[in-house]
């Protein structure tokens, strides 16, 4: 089983809407969260930190839900600009160096 | 303040060359993770640096690949004898690797696009 799995999409929505996407993790003992967005061919840059009370920026929402071992992620009145693809990171507790990275949701916001 | 540098931004080498990719990581910032994407695949973790040491290569190819994060100068990539399965974008991360929020948050360079003829 992956550690990160995500649904590949695409998720084509009309602007203004309202979109959402889940990612599970396997590691119970994963400790941070993160949702990256990564345009066409360009580095990964981070959207937000997923605190375990949940959080909001803007028009993005992040919950995370640690019973059932998945975050989530909420855009609100969609953008053109939000075009991309979304991608779900998983750390693990202490001792684990790694971050895992889900391999996306592709995101096309239609005008 | 400089974000994540990398370079150089592409590289194109025949089978057998040897292939060396830079990353210098934002100022301030320790930590260094290098990761491979191949063409319409997630992001696959390789190796993370501190300064002078690795800390954890469990995602690195047992041969050919090696890397470094000298105490003067930009963390090395490198790649011997490259293959075609070699091709692919290599990205650098770097974090300040301070506890608490915001510390081991990943900035990440614009990549090094890696083709093997």
């Known amino acids: 089983r992956k550690e990160v799995e995500q649904d590949p999409g695409p998720f084509n929505v009309p602007e203004g809407a309202t979109v959402a996407f889940n990612c599970t993790y396997s590691?119970?003992?994963?400790?941070?969260f993160f949702w990256y967005r990564q345009d066409c061919r360009k580095e990964p840059k981070l959207l937000m930190s997923?605190?375990?009370s949940g959080n909001e920026d803007g028009r993005f929402t992040a919950q995370l839900n640690r019973a059932s071992q998945y975050i989530s992620l909420l855009i609100r009145d969609s953008k053109l600009s939000d075009s991309a693809t979304y991608l779900c990171?998983?750390?693990?507790?202490?001792?684990?160096?790694?971050?895992?990275f889900g391999t996306g949701t592709s995101l096309t916001v239609i005008p | 303040n400089a974000g994540v540098m990398q370079n150089p931004r592409h590289l194109v080498r025949r089978r057998g060359q040897e292939a060396r990719l830079r990353c210098s990581p934002m100022k301030g910032h320790s930590h260094v993770y290098w990761y491979r994407q191949l063409p319409e695949e997630g992001l696959k973790f390789m190796v993370y640096l501190q300064k002078e040491n690795i800390i954890d290569e469990s995602g690195m190819p047992k041969e050919r690949f090696s890397a470094e994060f000298p105490k003067e100068g930009p963390s090395i990539l490198r790649i011997q004898q490259v293959v075609r399965g070699d091709s692919a974008a290599y990205f650098c991360a770097s974090s300040p690797g301070l506890a608490g929020p915001g510390g081991e948050t990943q900035y990440f360079g614009p990549g090094t696009r890696l083709l093997v003829l």
């Open positions: 997923v605190y375990s």
């Open positions: 990171v998983v750390k693990r507790g202490s001792g684990g160096n790694q971050f895992y």
């Open positions: 590691n119970s003992a994963s400790q941070s």
